[in-house]
């Protein structure tokens, strides 16, 4: 896998990972995903869009904010939610 696919996965398993959260009654958008991870919200839009890589630390702490498992974020598990 290269950087490129690496960042879009990435990506679409944070946009998973906040429609988890709206289905489960606990609306989170970008905005609140960042101010819950203290990024700024355009950071996060990258890492949501597939532009940036996201470091290991922000990587966890997006986990964390989603409640899904880091390996499943990273594209190396197959169970989303902790």
């Known amino acids: 896998m290269d950087d490129l696919e690496f960042m879009q996965g990435f990506g ?3 946009r998973k ?4 959260k709206q289905q489960n009654h606990h609306p989170m958008t970008q905005h ?8 700024h919200y355009t950071l996060v839009s990258k890492y949501i869009r597939g ?10 702490q997006i986990a964390e904010a989603l409640g899904v498992d880091i390996g499943w974020l990273l594209g190396c598990g ?5």
């Open 12 to 14: 679409n398993r944070v």
């Open 17 to 20: 990972g906040l429609r988890y």
């Open 32 to 39: 609140t995903l960042a101010e819950k991870t203290g990024m």
């Open 51 to 60: 532009k940036r890589m996201p470091s290991a630390a922000h990587a966890v």
């Open 78 to 82: 197959s169970h989303a939610h902790e």
